[in-house]
């Protein structure tokens, strides 16, 4: 019997010795990589395997190692015989802006080639752990990609506590172009501040005219230009150029900026470009702290912002912007409520009524809803009889919950639950956790304001 253990542990340990070779052999370890795009260049330095770079673009200068390597493509085509002169046992590109001709030529001589996506910011960051696993470098790509969505979190976190102003970005001229959908500068607007006044081109960096541009009415421009349209004297001629639009707010009120597009490239740097967009966009975000610090009770008058459109809860002191929560409001989140089962959160100015401990959604802060406002309207209208605004107007002065059950309906709340969509009636949702802070932050009385 104990042969018969021995034997059967060597057969253990050899099947997984033959298990963990075969993994390794389904992984090639590549030691000559060609890299066909700066960013990708960027990325693979960045993994730890810079070393195993042999041949870049002549786009690519960061970092400064690279521009010592031998130049074997410019940004779209590729140069064959130089990249074959290297040896290359791997040739990652990108699946926009490349030579597909030149790229199949490789194919066809027996080069692995392969080819990642980088239109938007989150196909960026699955393409950074693609490659990471493609050159045995998965923990370092995870972890790079851990750290930009910290970071892009932060962003978010930043930007809804900031009004967004309608941006133009624009990226050549003559004629001029502009970033319209499914590109890195329309998903940033999420991260600065912005809506992209281009949005609703299907195009990604369409042909704009001067119509569409005085249409659009941006409030800012962020000129994006590069290589020899990014001279100091094209750009004075370029402002001079954009002078003659005076009735756009961007021109008027002289909101026109120049951003280095270079910084925009879809590496794990990436991040820190759009911080310096945002406090471009948004001077004032710089006095706003990246990383919360513990909350200190109790707050010195505190309020509380719901922004109903981008979803989001503002906890202040004072003026100090504390924290920027998600939230998920009724299933019918457009406009403001008016009467019992319409699913919609209310609108205007509440204050808290009522903190319930023993909710059934973790924690809630019941609002005085309906107010003295919404129970005047609703008086007005015939909606509610004399009784029921008599109530109202009592509720008001004595601080306390108005009636719950006329038409207006009731018990809106803020509570726990979750902000994965919006589910509930009418109330404001939050994660446990965080309503959780809010209700240790603020008490029976606090103002709260709920904006469209």
Not at 105 to 133: C, H, Y
Not at 204 to 218: D, G, R, S
Request: net charge neutral; with cysteine; hydrophobic share 40%.
């Amino acid at each position: 019997m104990k042969r018969w253990k021995l034997s059967f542990s060597w057969l253990v340990l050899f099947l997984s010795l033959l298990l963990s070779f075969s993994s390794q052999a389904q992984t090639p370890n590549y030691s000559r990589i060609i890299s066909l795009k700066p960013n990708i260049t960027e990325i693979l330095f960045a993994l730890g395997a810079g070393d195993r770079v042999v041949g870049v673009t002549t786009w690519c200068t960061r970092p400064e190692a690279a521009k010592k390597l031998p130049k074997v493509a410019d940004y779209i085509q590729v140069f064959p015989e130089a990249a074959l002169e290297l040896r290359p046992d791997l040739i990652i590109g990108s699946t926009e802006n490349s030579s597909q001709k030149e790229v199949y030529f490789l194919m066809d001589r027996g080069k692995t080639v392969k080819l990642f996506p980088f239109s938007t910011i989150s196909e960026t960051m699955q393409s950074i752990e693609a490659i990471g696993a493609l050159v045995g470098k998965s923990n370092e790509a995870e972890k790079l990609t851990s750290e930009m969505r910290t970071q892009l979190k932060q962003l978010q976190n930043l930007s809804s506590a900031l009004s967004k102003k309608r941006v133009l970005f624009v990226v050549g001229y003559q004629p001029l172009i502009v970033a319209g959908s499914s590109n890195f500068f329309d998903e940033a607007g999420g991260y600065v501040g912005a809506d992209n006044v281009a949005h609703e081109s299907r195009m990604k960096y369409p042909t704009y005219t001067t119509e569409l541009m005085i249409q659009a009415q941006p409030e800012v421009i962020v000129d994006l230009a590069m290589g020899s349209e990014n001279s100091e004297s094209k750009r004075s001629e370029r402002l001079e150029w954009w002078s003659q639009f005076a009735s756009v707010p961007a021109v008027k009120n002289h909101q026109i900026y120049f951003f280095d597009i270079e910084k925009m490239r879809a590496v794990p740097t990436l991040p820190a470009a759009l911080r310096e967009l945002l406090q471009l966009l948004h001077p004032e975000a710089a006095s706003i702290s990246q990383t919360p610090q513990p909350l200190k009770f109790p707050l010195k008058a505190p309020r509380l912002v719901v922004k109903k459109q981008e979803r989001r809860l503002l906890l202040y002191s004072e003026q100090a912007l504390l924290r920027s929560y998600p939230i998920a409001l009724g299933f019918q989140p457009n406009g403001t409520k008016t009467q019992q089962g319409d699913g919609k959160t209310p609108e205007g100015l509440y204050r808290i009524a009522v903190k319930n401990e023993a909710s059934k959604f973790h924690l809630s802060l019941g609002l005085n809803y309906p107010n003295l406002e919404d129970g005047r309207k609703a008086w007005e209208q015939g909606q509610i009889d004399q009784g029921q605004w008599q109530a109202i107007q009592v509720a008001d002065a004595r601080s306390s919950l108005p009636p719950q059950n006329t038409a207006l309906g009731g018990e809106i709340f803020i509570h726990g639950g979750g902000t994965s969509r919006d589910w509930t009636w009418g109330c404001i949702a939050m994660s446990n956790e965080d309503v959780e802070e809010v209700f240790k932050a603020v008490s029976v009385g606090t103002p709260v304001v709920i904006a469209p």
